[in-house]
């Protein structure tokens, strides 16, 4: 009897203890955060930096990054499968306009009035592209978290040989030196194409040509940008014809797939982002195009970073521009944990925050970091990504982006890689395919 | 007389077995089953799987027929569905992209199949001379068949790579061409896949003409050595009649098979250059999942579904033929 009340007693501990645990462990989950983004360099910048947020208010931040090549796919089935995976989600910019219209994100205003965050405290394109819907409405949907824009890297050692600047000078008339448009661009591209550099062949450039998810549309519409492409009418919004395929966006795509033929190195048919980094990284050619995400990475790279780079701008043609990148952080309209999300966007729309993210490697579009009159000898690159955040352009953002995109991935792919018809032909399927997308969304 | 015997006493055991069960049921499920008949009984049996082969098989296929004549899209749950009548099916037919992605598969699947079922037969016939070391060899040339086909391209990707990559070191062994780029270039990419898909799946024909060439009785052969047939008679009259529904049979589970190629491809080309390696799985993906057009993509899947199905049919009742 004795025995069987010490079973009775030991069997009643472990349950309370169980019980203890599991509430500690309901207690622990309860206080924790899941943010989803995509897996590159400011990821784990941002990580670094949401250790801090951890000490100030015991919330531990559990982090979902995937690869960018799956990233879209991944979130937006996410989203739009009331997923509870991510309680924060930093979106792309071109999502923006689904995930408002379909209630996937928490709309901020009240919020912010509550909290007294101004969007006045960042960079108006950033709040524009990562923020707005209806776009320019005073409709926030996402504080901007991570500005970015395409910009240029080039071997800056190799621009500085004096024999090759000589032999350049004589060929192309003009110094080797950063190119101030995009004609500069391709004659730097055909200079170095299969030279040798120190006993390797070495390639003009690396550009983006990806089919599967926004590459290609990515470089391609850098360059039309700088020609002045437009996607519609201005005074006639989804009026298309004359716009998408207009002369100059003609020609700024018959330029990119020249820039594709003669300048890149061999199989360079399916390039994103990673495999610029890797050609560049490698040393295989003299200029890339990629994200300002990463050059800091790049600045510090063992192999050619330091003095072996150098940054720019991407190059005007008839007008100043760059393809807009970045995302603004949004509170999931499917989390059961939203006032803690929110507290957490609190967090982080902090100035001295957002100070310590831009040093970790992350690109704040807060005034008080990007208007610091230091703030261009902060980093080689900073002083050209404030010069790109000022002419930055976005794909559409509308509910239908990613039919959007897909048929201009196709058309210009088509034309660039693949060589079939002419630019003029590509573009004006693209108006065909972009009128079909707008008619079935019922806004032709 | 002998077989009649055994019959029998085979019939008065299963009747003990038989009368032992039925003791052993307890009463109230006697009762209950008594008033079923043999056909009920095995109806209540086979139902579990009917309701799942419904629920999982059937009903998706009515519903994606239903779904194929709607404007719906998964990705707008608040939307109401309007029936669109035979629209999906129109702009489908009416688009020439769609014939394009539809000629991209036919190429991969023709050639594929042509290509392997040369090479199986061939390592077929020569595995089945039982050589020294044949089952090793064997294994060996199974080992590609095993892998993720999503494997299998990305590891690819970098065996064609034009500067780095073995395929294009090894052609420049033969011939001093320069790097290759199988995959960029618009000729060459279709024969990419092809490629890749020979090497990973002619061990799969070669495994069924293997066991075709394995039931061919060896009197078959010594009659034609009596007749002083030669090799090539002996293979035409003997061992292809033989093997070919075992053939038939490896290119129909093929053929369905890479009518439907999607990760291989995907890892490999992404469908690119342009779309020239396209093949209507993954175009079918981009609809559904990407662009998120469900009624249109339902139409398309069931315009696959029913050419797979029919041509399927057409063969199936070939292979019946050459059976007889």
Known sequence: MRRFGACLAAAALSVTAVTAMSTQEVQAQDKELTLCWAAW??????????????????????????????FADRFINELNSGGKLCDLLIGDSQWIGGSATYGHYVKLNDFFEKEGISMDDFAPATVHAYSTWPKGTPNYWALPAMGDALGWVYRKDWFARPELREEFKAKYGHELEVPKNWNEVKNIGEFFQGREIDGKTVYGLGIYTERGSEGITMGVTSAMYSWGFEYENPDKPYDMPGYVNSPEAVEALEFYKSLYDCCTPPGHSDAYMVANLDA???????MQMNWFAFFPGIAKDEDVGGDKSGFFVNPAQKVAASTLGGQGISVVAYSDKKDMALEYIKWFAKSDVQKKWWSLGGYSCHVDVLNDPNFPNTAPFAGDFLKAMDGVKDFWQEPTYAELLQAMQKRVHDYVVAGNGTAQEALDKLVVDWTEVFEDDGKL | MTDQSSD??????????????????PAAVVRKVRGLSDRAIAWLFISPTIFLLLAINIFPLIWTVYLSFTNY??????????????????RLLGNEDIWGYLQATAHFVVWTMIIQVIIGLGLALLINRNFKGASFW??????????????VGTFWTYLYQPQTGIFSYII????SVGPIDMIGSV??????????????????????????????????????????????QKF????????????????????IENFKMFDMVVELTSGGPGSTTEVASINLKREAFEKWRTGYSSAFAVILFVTVFGLGNIYVKALNKVKQ
């Not at chain 2, 008065?12 to 032992?20: K, M, P």
């Not at chain 2, 899209?73 to 035979?86: D, Q, S, Y």
């Open chain 1, 41 to 70: 360099d400011p990821a784990n910048a941002l990580a670094q930096l949401g250790k801090d947020f951890t000490a100030e208010t015991g919330i531990e931040m559990n982090y979902e990054f995937v690869p960018w090549t799956n």
């Open chain 1, 280 to 286: 560049y990284k490698s040393g295989q050619v003299a």
């Open chain 2, 8 to 25: 029998s006493s085979a019939d008065g055991l299963t009747g003990q077995v038989a009368q032992n069960v039925a003791k052993a049921t």
């Open chain 2, 73 to 90: 899209r998964a990705n707008r749950p608040g939307r109401p569905i309007e029936w669109v009548g035979t629209r999906n099916y129109e």
């Open chain 2, 138 to 151: 064997t294994t060996v040339i199974l080992i590609p068949m095993m892998l993720s086909p999503a494997v």
């Open chain 2, 172 to 175: 420049n062994l033969f011939v």
């Open chain 2, 187 to 232: 000729d060459l990419a279709p024969w990419s896949i092809i490629i890749v898909d020979t090497w990973m799946w002619t061990p799969y024909i070669m495994l069924l003409c293997l066991a075709g060439l394995r039931s061919i009785p060896d009197y078959l052969y010594e009659a034609a050595e009596i007749d002083r047939a030669n090799a090539w």
């Open chain 2, 236 to 255: 035409w009259y003997i061992t292809l009649p033989r093997i070919m529904p075992f053939l038939m049979l490896a290119v129909l589970f093929r053929g």
